[in-house]
């Protein structure tokens, strides 16, 4: 049974670079057949994808936040990582890490990890 | 950018109602819509996939249908345990994946 969980420090200084860990368990984050991704929900507010990475390293970001986004994979640790730029309150957000997938048929999410609050904040 | 709008953004019904929710697209995204429901302090949970199929473990009072550019979610009979917030997201053309604003189904 596929598990994420996202990992990451929950206070962040604004101008600093917020960076969140996903940790996969329960089946390979080299499969072909799946994008990892990030999405955002600020509090109160809708939800917004962020970026995706496939197995082979490639990676797919949301234009809005594209000049601030990384993503990277480890595949040997099973997790991938995300990387946000000069945040700002704007930022602040519940990170979701989750798996869809690639082929016609399963572009939803299918996985999703819990969560993980982060607050950009003096 | 593929935009997707909800309607309504709240829907106020009682248990054993049919709700019917909305998601218009706008440009074709054939059938690769899905629907995700969220409760307060949880993350998403997937619903409905390719516009109409059931994902793993949803009750059968969930449905959904359309194509192209309108997509529907039905309740057929509302429990306690479905008022949440539905969103519906496409994947068809990206980047950017868009989802939508949400509705919020309350009693």
């Known amino acids: 049974h596929l598990q994420l969980q996202e990992s990451g420090p929950g206070l962040v200084r604004p101008s600093e670079t917020l960076s969140l860990t996903c940790s996969v368990s329960?089946?390979?984050?080299?499969?072909?057949?799946?994008?990892w991704g990030w999405i955002r929900q600020p509090p109160g507010e809708g939800l917004e994808w962020i970026a995706s990475?496939?197995?082979?390293?490639?990676?797919y970001y949301n234009p809005s936040l594209r000049s601030r986004v990384s993503i990277s994979v480890d595949t040997s640790k099973r997790q991938f990582s995300l990387n946000l730029t000069s945040v700002t309150a704007t930022d602040t957000a519940v990170y979701y890490c989750?798996?869809?997938?690639?082929?016609?048929?399963?572009?939803?999410?299918?996985?999703w990890g819990q969560g993980a609050l982060v607050t950009v904040s003096t | 950018e593929i935009v997707l709008t909800q309607s309504p953004a709240t829907l106020s019904l009682s248990p054993g109602e049919r709700a019917t929710l909305s998601c218009r697209a706008s440009?074709?995204?054939?059938?690769?819509l899905a629907w995700y429901q969220q409760k307060p302090g949880q993350a998403p949970r997937l619903l409905i996939y390719?516009?109409?199929n059931r994902a793993t473990g949803i009750p059968a009072r969930f449905s959904g249908s359309g194509s192209g550019t309108d997509f529907t979610l039905t309740i057929s009979s509302l429990e306690p345990e479905d008022f949440a917030v539905y969103y519906c997201?496409?994947?068809?053309?990206?980047?950017?994946?868009?989802f939508g604003q949400g509705t919020r189904l309350e009693i």
């Open positions: 989750a798996r869809h997938g690639a082929e016609p048929g399963a572009y939803h999410f299918d996985f």
């Open positions: 329960g089946d390979s984050i080299s499969s072909s057949r799946y994008y």
């Open positions: 990475i496939y197995h082979g390293g490639s990676t």
């Open positions: 440009q074709s995204v054939s059938t690769f």
């Open positions: 390719d516009a109409s």
């Open positions: 997201h496409q994947r068809y053309n990206w980047p950017p994946i868009t």
